[in-house]
């Protein structure tokens, strides 16, 4: 096992769990997917923590403005949990706001902790709440869940919905975070609002978390012709860990994961495949070959026995997101 493996996944809900599910727990004494010992385990460089937050939670009876303000206080209670983390286990995990802090972090021995927003529609039309976020630390934001939003459209099997884009806020919105340096994450999106955020953005543009369609024809999955635009705009997708997506409803199969992998190269290049496990954010499988972020080392071994070379796992598991958070300047 190739234990000197730097890993930067793209994406986890582990702070929604520890706020919602596990109280009381925290990134050390946890039965998350993933923690500081796992995280260890699989020698993270950084993990991207996802600030996520449901509509139809908030909702209830109220009007979505109403929910979306109450989703935004508690994407403000996930933002500070996480603060709370590097407080309590300052030799382990930082908060790290570009790529300069993640490589001095790494330098220290620590993993950086580089914090999301998953669902843009948090923002409720306000403007100054992007610079907010980003004052916070925020550096990437996924623009949809699966709700319509302020900002746009989400992925549907309905292809009405599908072909929808940005609004107007939503265009406004994808601009300044290139100006900020904040990157425009299109996994959720519809494919309308996917072409919008790349034709808009001004700053890098990825999928944290998507597979490939061809593979799985899932709508949260990119196309191949979305995997050529987001892999010319020097773009990268993260592999989500969920069997819906990599193809088998109940299960998360290596052998799924690594053709994902492959497709991507094939379609995107060597540089377009990057890692967004997606743990802790889903449920209902009967069985997992990877279940938590310590046993990324197998799938590591699966791609080096399809053929890949080191050269090529470095570029997935940290060296293409790199190259997309040093471009954030």
Same mark, same amino acid.
């Given at each position: 096992?190739?234990?000197?493996?730097?890993?930067?996944?793209?994406?986890?809900?582990?702070?929604?769990?520890?706020?919602?599910?596990?109280?009381?727990?925290?990134?050390?004494?946890?039965?998350?997917?993933?923690?500081?010992?796992?995280?260890?385990?699989?020698?993270?460089?950084?993990?991207?923590?996802?600030?996520?937050?449901?509509?139809?939670?908030?909702?209830?009876?109220?009007?979505?403005?109403?929910?979306?303000?109450?989703? &935004? *206080?508690?994407?403000?209670?996930?933002? %500070?949990?996480?603060?709370?983390?590097? !407080? #309590?286990?300052? +030799? /382990?995990?930082?908060?790290?706001?570009? &790529? *300069?802090?993640?490589?001095?972090?790494? %330098?220290?021995?620590?993993?950086?902790? !580089? #914090?999301?927003? +998953? /669902?843009?529609?948090?923002?409720?039309?306000?403007?100054?709440?992007?610079?907010?976020?980003?004052?916070?630390?925020?550096?990437?934001?996924?623009?949809?869940?699966?709700?319509?939003?302020?900002?746009?459209?989400?992925?549907?099997?309905?292809?009405?919905?599908?072909?929808?884009?940005?609004?107007?806020?939503?265009?406004?919105?994808?601009?300044?975070?290139?100006?900020?340096?904040?990157?425009?994450?299109?996994?959720?999106?519809?494919?309308?609002?996917?072409?919008?955020?790349?034709?808009?953005?001004?700053?890098?543009?990825?999928?944290?978390?998507?597979?490939?369609?061809?593979?799985?024809?899932?709508?949260?999955?990119?196309?191949?012709?979305?995997?050529?635009?987001?892999?010319?705009?020097?773009?990268?997708?993260?592999?989500?860990?969920?069997?819906?997506?990599?193809?088998?409803?109940?299960?998360?199969?290596?052998?799924?994961?690594?053709?994902?992998?492959?497709?991507?190269?094939?379609?995107?290049?060597?540089?377009?495949?990057?890692?967004?496990?997606?743990?802790?954010?889903?449920?209902?499988?009967?069985?997992?070959?990877?279940?938590?972020?310590?046993?990324?080392?197998?799938?590591?071994?699966?791609?080096?026995?399809?053929?890949?070379?080191?050269?090529?796992?470095?570029?997935?598991?940290?060296?293409?997101?790199?190259?997309?958070?040093?471009?954030?300047?």
């Amino acid at each position: 096992m190739n234990h000197s493996m730097n890993l930067i996944d793209l994406h986890c809900d582990t702070l929604s769990r520890l706020l919602c599910e596990k109280t009381g727990q925290d990134l050390k004494n946890t039965d998350c997917d993933v923690n500081l010992s796992g995280m260890k385990e699989a020698g993270a460089v950084a993990q991207f923590f996802a600030c996520f937050t449901c509509l139809s939670e908030h909702q209830k009876d109220k009007s979505p403005e109403e929910g979306y303000e109450a989703c &935004y *206080k508690q994407a403000l209670e996930l933002i %500070e949990l996480m603060e709370k983390q590097c !407080v #309590l286990f300052p +030799e /382990e995990i930082v908060l790290s706001r570009s &790529y *300069k802090e993640i490589v001095k972090s790494k %330098e220290e021995g620590k993993i950086s902790a !580089v #914090l999301t927003v +998953e /669902e843009g529609g948090i923002l409720n039309g306000r403007p100054e709440r992007i610079e907010i976020l980003y004052e916070k630390g925020v550096r990437l934001m996924t623009l949809m869940w699966n709700f319509e939003n302020c900002l746009g459209h989400p992925n549907s099997r309905d292809v009405g919905v599908m072909e929808k884009g940005l609004k107007d806020f939503g265009i406004e919105t994808v601009r300044q975070m290139g100006k900020l340096g904040m990157i425009a994450d299109v996994s959720h999106a519809s494919d309308g609002t996917f072409r919008d955020i790349v034709k808009y953005a001004e700053g890098p543009v990825i999928a944290s978390h998507s597979n490939c369609r061809a593979l799985a024809g899932h709508p949260r999955n990119l196309s191949d012709d979305m995997i050529h635009t987001l892999a010319d705009k020097g773009g990268i997708a993260g592999l989500n860990f969920y069997g819906v997506f990599l193809g088998t409803q109940t299960e998360s199969k290596i052998e799924e994961m690594t053709a994902h992998i492959l497709h991507m190269i094939k379609t995107g290049g060597r540089e377009f495949p990057a890692i967004g496990t997606d743990f802790d954010g889903f449920g209902g499988m009967e069985h997992m070959d990877i279940s938590n972020i310590s046993q990324m080392g197998r799938l590591w071994e699966a791609l080096k026995r399809k053929g890949l070379s080191e050269d090529q796992l470095d570029l997935i598991w940290s060296g293409n997101a790199l190259r997309v958070l040093k471009a954030l300047g």
